[in-house]
């Protein structure tokens, strides 16, 4: 595969469609292409993180305790890695071979330097995403204490 269709490829995904062409160019440029064989982990879980991972080609299974979710191409694994250190609370592991790009965070922050328009970007990005996350938590968390008989 290309750099030009890496590019085009990281840039459908968040939280590189909030970057410039030639950021993305630059994280494409700068990540190490990763072969990953069949039965292989990714990483375990509770490692600490230093770089996300996106998958070229070929699918990844996820999982935390009892629950497994499988991503295939064009899916970012370790958002949060690229932007913080991180403990991964789950393991990926290959179900089938596959090809990734690993993306050091360093150089996403190094790209956020390069392109300060687009770090506000990305942050308003994560905060809405989070704010999304968080508020059926709230929701759910009001209706239960709002139900709740105080203790006297």
């Given at each position: 595969?290309?750099?030009s269709q890496d590019v085009l490829r990281l840039a459908a995904v968040a939280p590189f469609s909030a970057l410039p062409r030639e950021a993305v160019q630059i994280v494409a440029f700068s990540s190490e292409r990763?072969?990953?064989?069949?039965?292989?982990?990714?990483?375990?879980?509770?490692?600490?993180?230093?770089a996300g991972y996106f998958v070229l080609s070929g699918s990844l299974d996820l999982r935390s305790g009892k629950k497994t979710k499988r991503v295939e191409a064009d899916t970012?694994?370790?958002?949060?890695?690229?932007i913080a250190e991180v403990q991964r609370r789950y393991e990926a592991s290959a179900v089938e071979d596959c090809e990734l790009l690993r993306i050091p965070r360093m150089v996403f922050r190094r790209v956020l330097e390069e392109f300060p328009a687009a770090k506000k970007d990305i942050r308003a990005s994560?905060?809405?995403?989070?704010?999304?996350?968080?508020?059926?938590?709230?929701a759910a968390g009001n209706g239960y204490f709002a139900q709740q008989p105080r203790k006297r």
């Open positions: 595969m290309s750099l990763i072969l990953l064989k069949a039965g292989h982990h990714l990483f375990l879980g509770s490692a600490r993180s230093d970012l694994i370790g958002e949060t890695a690229l994560l905060r809405r995403r989070a704010g999304a996350l968080v508020a059926p938590l709230e």
